[in-house]
């Protein structure tokens, strides 16, 4: 009898809760409705979500001691997972700049932050470009001294923020987002640099926006290079003569010990 009393509170604690949390999450959609701002929404959606919680469980375990308890429990937990939501990040495009950092004005009137990483000479005329992940999930530093090493190859290495991520312009309309746009401003990309072609490097969202693009504009690209389980190839040799005009996917960079690596894919 006494287990059965028991499993009937727990029940009654979960349900509770469950419903708590339900009135709150209704709560802070009622006050967005009203209001814009999120400390008064949200804030809103946390004191119902406290008064529903208290009031269930004094019903459900009418032992006032263990209720209040409880309450300042659920109300703690409220009040941290508010403050998560409500303490802001920091902002990338006020943060330090990375060296070298400029700006592509393309004609998708998208504005691209970037970092160029200049290949030895003699340079390869088919640049590298590194489309990170996400989407919206930028490390231009990162990238630019991991990938950068290409620049030992003789290929210039370009990486840069898409739209809407890190130092680059952001949309009033989100709806503008999307993978085509994306596209199009990687060709904006490649006509910005000069390029006839280019190798694409991407890993998460940024392999398959390459492979977007390679479907979008196969005579540009001389290949893609696409972070799997596995290895990259063996480095191709160093140009002993002048530049050529198409020239096969790079060997990338050694592993680093956070990532595992498949081999490059020449595609043309």
Known sequence: MAGAIRAGRA???????LVAAAAGFGGALAGA??????????????????????GSLRLVLKRARRVRSIAWLVGGLVALGAA?????????????????????????????????IP?????????VVVLHGGPGIPDMAGDAAYFGRLSAL??????????????????????????????????????AI???????VGH???????????????????????????????????????PQASTPVPACAPTPRRYSRAPCSATS
Do not use: K
Request: aromatic share 8%; with cysteine; net charge positive.
């Open 11 to 17: 029940a009654g604690v979960a349900a509770a809760v």
């Open 33 to 54: 409705a009203v209001t814009m701002s999120p400390v008064l929404f949200l804030g809103a959606g946390a004191a119902l979500t406290a008064l529903v919680a208290a």
């Open 194 to 200: 000069g390029a006839r072609q280019m190798v694409l």
């Open 204 to 242: 998460s969202y940024g392999g398959l926006l390459a492979a977007h693009y390679l479907a979008a504009h196969p005579a540009t690209s001389s290949g893609s290079c696409s972070p799997r389980r596995g290895h990259w190839t063996r480095p191709t040799p160093a140009p002993t003569g002048p």
């Open 119 to 127: 290949g030895a000479e003699p340079r390869r005329s088919t640049p």
């Open 84 to 116: 998560a939501v409500l303490v802001p990040l920091g902002d990338p495009r006020t943060q330090d700049a990375v060296t070298g950092l400029r700006y592509w004005s393309l004609p998708t009137a998208s504005r691209l932050a970037y970092v160029r």
């Open 154 to 191: 003789h290929y210039d290495v370009y990486v840069y923020d898409q739209l809407g991520s890190g130092r680059s312009t952001r949309l009033p309309d989100p709806t503008g987002y999307g993978v085509g746009r994306d596209v199009a401003d990687l060709e904006g990309v490649r006509q």
